[in-house]
């Protein structure tokens, strides 16, 4: 099946940072999304972006389907912001997704 | 509902004894999945429904994991003789349908925690 790596592992900034998080892909995808997991646990959409660039607010999200990546920025970071944020890819011809191993990211003030 | 729904949130259980886990998913969404998710690792793929039909259990780690989504909406999780290795966050998530976007876009619940002792 498809493989999924995110980087960095982990990342900590001061609040009002910029930040890039990446999700590399191994095959090609009909659907990749970026999720935020709050402290409670539950699995937040940022973004569902195949290909192409969105953006939303303070987030943007772009996804280089030919070249099997996706980056998610994140500009003038709030505390608020703290969490894992996940990539989760699907295969062309599958119904599943699969997740990266998240970027866990602190914030602090 | 607005959302995706799960209970319960928490789960408690001895040791082999059997649990049953619920998802309601977003009305009128014809896919449905299940997911588990160790703590600290992305959440992994269990099984698959489009409607009632269970297209896909290749996630279902043992025989003792059993689901079923009888009228094509509500959705039940079953662990029998739950292990310790079981302790995990059970997620569930439900899209339009399969296929070409956006149509497969996935939206999870809250989850249930499960703690086996």
């Known amino acids: 099946g498809i493989q999924v790596e995110q980087s960095p592992p982990d990342l900590i900034l001061q609040e009002g940072a910029n930040s890039t998080l990446r999700c590399n892909f191994s095959?090609?995808?009909?659907?990749l999304q970026w999720f935020h997991q709050n402290p409670w646990g539950q699995l937040i959409n940022l973004f569902y972006?195949?290909?192409g660039t969105k953006q939303n607010g303070r987030l943007s999200a772009t996804t280089v389907a030919t070249e099997r990546y996706s980056l998610l920025y994140i500009s003038s970071s709030q505390t608020t912001d703290s969490g894992v944020y996940f990539c989760?890819?699907?295969?062309?011809?599958?119904?599943?997704?699969?997740f990266g191993k998240g970027t866990m990211l602190l914030v602090s003030p | 509902g607005a959302g995706v729904s799960q209970s319960p949130r928490y789960k408690v259980a001895k040791r082999g004894q059997d649990v049953a886990l619920r998802c309601d998913p977003i009305?009128?969404?014809?896919?449905l999945f299940w997911y588990q998710q160790a703590l600290g690792q992305g959440p992994e793929f269990l099984t698959y429904?489009?409607?009632?039909?269970?297209?896909?259990k290749s996630g279902l780690p043992s025989d003792r994991f059993f689901a079923e989504r009888p009228e094509g909406s509500v959705s039940t999780l079953k662990i029998q003789r739950t292990q310790q290795e079981d302790s995990a966050v059970y997620l569930c998530?439900?899209?339009?349908?399969?296929?070409?976007?956006?149509?497969?876009?996935?939206?999870f619940g809250p989850g249930t925690r499960l703690t086996v002792l």
């Open positions: 998530a439900s899209s339009l349908g399969p296929g070409l976007a956006p149509y497969n876009e996935q939206f």
């Open positions: 095959d090609s995808v009909n659907n």
């Open positions: 972006i195949p290909s």
């Open positions: 989760a890819a699907m295969n062309s011809g599958y119904s599943t997704l699969t």
């Open positions: 009305s009128g969404h014809v896919s």
């Open positions: 429904f489009q409607n009632e039909a269970q297209l896909d």
